[in-house]
């Protein structure tokens, strides 16, 4: 797991709805770094426990 800044709602007011930060599985970084320029995570951190054990996108 990772907690990763991403791209989201670009029409939005808040940065936070533009660029959500949520948890993503291993096998979700990896298919999004095998995207080029088409990648979806714009900053990978360490995984924060505080933010839960699930993964956004595999929900």
Do not use: F, R
């Not at 979700?28 to 995207?35: F, G, H, Y």
């Amino acid at each position: 797991m990772k907690t990763c800044v991403i791209y989201g709602d670009m029409s939005a007011d808040s940065a936070a709805d533009q660029y959500p930060t949520v948890n993503l599985c291993n096998d979700c970084v990896a298919t999004d770094d095998a995207q080029g320029e088409n990648h979806q995570i714009v900053i990978k951190q360490a995984y924060d426990h505080n933010m839960g054990d699930t993964c956004e996108w595999c929900v």
